[in-house]
């Protein structure tokens, strides 16, 4: 199954001096629409299967 998200541009860097990157929703899934922009991974492996992360929430390890 292809990836409901990319990683954008943006970034910021987390306390523990992780850099996180904001997701876009690409395709519509059940908390997210094409384009909705959501909060802040470390890497694609931190979402699996239709798992949004929504706001300012930060997900990394």
Same mark, same amino acid.
């Given at each position: 199954?292809?990836?409901?998200?990319?990683?954008?541009?943006?970034?910021?860097?987390?306390?523990?001096?992780?850099?996180?990157?904001?997701?876009?929703?690409?395709?519509?899934?059940?908390?997210?629409?094409?384009?909705?922009?959501?909060?802040?991974?470390?890497?694609?492996?931190?979402?699996?299967?239709?798992?949004? *992360?929504?706001?300012?929430?930060? *997900?990394?390890?």
């Amino acid at each position: 199954m292809d990836r409901h998200f990319e990683l954008t541009d943006k970034f910021i860097i987390n306390a523990f001096g992780a850099k996180l990157f904001q997701i876009k929703c690409t395709r519509k899934i059940k908390y997210a629409d094409i384009g909705d922009l959501g909060g802040y991974i470390e890497k694609e492996n931190n979402l699996s299967g239709d798992a949004w *992360v929504s706001g300012n929430a930060q *997900v990394s390890g």
